[in-house]
Every structure is written in structure tokens, then in C-alpha cells.
């Protein structure tokens, strides 16, 4: 064996695993979107495991509140950028691994060409949008998708798009969430998360990843994995695939800083979606419309000629008001305030 997969002994000693399947992991690249609660410790057990390449990608910085299940951060990381720290920490986990950041947010404009380097997307991602969007993208081009996602006690993961032996592919995200951006789950910070369940799905998407680089017949593909760490209970559901088409991008939603909104607000028109009990508790101005009201102000919205910016609390909903406007009018200039009024300090 040579000195550069002595660290790897115990993988390669695996039944079925060898030199041959080490030197696969070696040769292989994977995107990992997202570095937070998911991402970090999946990028940690890949780069651990010998993935010769591994991009990650994300646009956002570190915040106190990330701590408690982004494990690669420390709070003297607090301000910096997530891709940044993590490429550190990573290179220092193994040196012989080729680590490549990207600080950006994925869109409709960027992602064909940047997940045309990679073998497998791992998304980890806590906004439907990204996952649409890297789902379709993937089904267009062919590649892979490894899911995952959690939400206070309950987590998920699967792989999509798998090419099986038959010339079709397995389920996609769509075959199974047709209707994902209009759901309203709240995120982490809104609906809060049990931080062990971020490490083990995870784990389980880096697993997902691994075994599909080696070529196994055992993956998740046509499968839905889903835990809840407070009973323990484990179910695996068989996934099938539906008459959804994927022929293009959806355009991506702008996303605009609470610095950038400041500097410019007198030009812009602001709408707050929150609830009106919210919006009296604290807001920085604008009308009011909660999200599930908004289908009764079209007509006031048509008449505004004014760029708009919609906030909410953490982003997640302003998100989907934001596309709802989009849909309906598609020749205005819509952004969504970043993180909410909550990403504002």
C-alpha cells in the first residue's frame, strides 16, 4: 500500500472496498452548496475519506447562531465568510486533498457551468429555492443530486437523478416535492433544529456520496431516508417517478444586503410580509402585506413602478413573496432582503 493511502487502511480493508474503490474517491469531484449545518460535517467526512477534489460553495458569513450545529466555525469566525474558514480547516484536516471555495449564491446565471466540473452535487442548502434549482440543473445535465435537509427533530436524505442500468434515470426532487418552492416550512432559525440531527444527515449525505463514487449498488437512489432523533425512528420509503418535465431554469430570485437597502432605500418601494402582530413589534418601514395575504394587493403592486424589496424575518418568506410577484409580473425589478431583519447585526 502506498504511504499516501496509509491513512485510508481501515476503509480499504473493507469487504468489497480495496485499493480499486480509494482510488476512485482519489480521482473524484464533489460540490457541496452550502456550508452550514448539513455541508460541514459532509465536506468533513469526505475530505477525511480521500476525495481528491471537493468545491464548496457558499455566499454567507458566519453568525453566532450558527455555532450550535456548524461545526467547522468557532466564534472568533464570527463576520467571516463560511467558505473561506471552511477551506482552512479542511486543507488542515488533509493536505492532500484539493479543496476549491466559491464565494457566490448559487443562480439560474451560474450554476451549469459550475457544477459541469464536478462528478456528484451534495446540496445543503435551507431555502426550496437552491434546491430546485440544483435539482433541475442536475437533470438537465445528467449528474447526480445527494438531498438532504432537517428541521427541528426530523431529517431527510436521498440522491436523485441516479443513471440506472436500464438508460432512464431514478426519481428527482420534483417526483417527490412537484411543488417545492411554494411551501412555507420555516427555516433553522425560524423553526429551530436539534444540532445533533445536522451531523448525521450530514454524515448520511457524505455516505450517499461515497458509495456512489465507488460504484454501489446500495444507494438511496429511488429512496427517501427519513429519521426523528427524539423517538429514533428510522423509515425508508420507496420513491417512484411522476410525469414532471424539467425543460429549463426557473430565474433565480436578487437578493439585496440590508447595507445596499439602506444606502438606496428613499428608492425603493418596501414591503414587509410578516404578520401583522410582527410588523408592530419591530420593522424598518415599508407596507405590510403577510405572504398569505398577498394575493389581495395585486393591484396595488402592479401600480408600483419602483423597484421593490420585500422583507421578513429571515429571508424565507420574503423569498417566496418575492417569486410570487416575479410570476405575476414579470417585468419588475423584485429583490429579497438577505437573511431577513433578523441578518441585520
Not at 322 to 331: D, S
Amino acid at each position: 500500500m502506498s504511504t499516501s493511502f496509509k491513512r485510508y487502511q481501515c476503509q480499504i480493508a473493507l469487504p468489497g472496498f480495496g485499493i480499486e474503490s480509494q482510488e476512485l474517491l482519489k480521482n473524484a469531484k464533489v460540490l457541496i452548496v452550502g456550508m452550514g449545518g448539513l455541508g460541514c460535517p459532509s465536506a468533513q467526512y469526505l475530505v477525511s475519506s480521500g476525495v481528491g477534489t471537493i468545491g464548496i460553495a457558499d455566499d454567507d458569513i458566519v453568525s453566532l447562531s450558527n455555532l450550535h450545529r456548524q461545526i467547522l466555525y468557532t466564534p472568533d469566525d464570527v463576520g467571516a465568510y463560511k467558505v473561506n474558514i471552511a477551506a482552512k480547516r479542511l486543507q488542515q484536516q488533509n493536505p492532500s486533498v484539493s479543496i476549491i471555495p466559491y464565494r457566490l449564491r448559487i443562480t439560474s446565471s451560474n450554476v451549469m457551468e459550475l457544477i459541469s466540473e464536478f462528478d456528484i452535487i451534495i446540496e445543503g442548502t435551507d431555502n426550496f429555492e437552491t434546491k430546485c434549482l440544483l435539482n433541475d440543473a442536475c437533470v438537465l445535465v445528467g449528474k447526480p443530486l445527494v438531498y438532504g435537509a432537517i428541521y427541528q427533530h426530523e431529517g431527510q436524505a436521498s440522491i436523485w437523478n441516479v443513471l440506472q442500468k436500464d438508460g432512464t434515470y431514478s426519481p428527482n426532487y420534483r417526483d417527490v416535492f412537484p411543488n417545492a418552492e411554494e411551501s412555507q416550512v420555516p427555516n433553522c432559525r425560524e423553526g429551530g433544529v436539534i444540532p445533533t440531527l445536522a451531523g448525521m444527515v450530514g454524515c448520511m449525505q457524505a455516505n450517499e456520496a461515497i458509495k456512489y463514487l465507488i460504484r454501489s449498488e446500495e444507494t438511496l437512489a429511488g429512496k427517501l431516508w427519513m429519521m426523528n432523533v427524539m423517538t429514533g425512528r428510522v423509515q425508508i420509503i420507496k420513491l417512484r417517478k411522476t410525469s414532471v418535465q424539467i425543460t429549463g431554469l426557473s430565474q433565480t430570485i436578487q437578493l439585496i444586503n440590508f447595507e445596499e437597502f439602506m444606502k438606496d432605500q428613499k428608492n425603493f418601494e418596501t414591503i414587509d410580509v410578516r404578520t401583522k402582530e410582527e410588523h408592530q413589534d419591530f420593522n424598518i418601514g415599508g407596507k405590510n402585506i403577510p405572504l398569505d395575504e398577498l394575493d389581495d394587493h395585486y393591484s396595488f403592486i402592479s401600480s408600483i413602478s419602483n423597484p421593490i424589496v420585500i422583507y421578513c424575518q429571515s429571508g424565507q418568506r420574503s423569498m417566496e413573496a418575492a417569486r410570487k410577484i416575479t410570476k405575476k409580473f414579470p417585468g419588475k425589478k423584485v429583490f429579497s432582503l438577505k437573511n431577513g431583519v433578523a441578518g441585520m447585526h
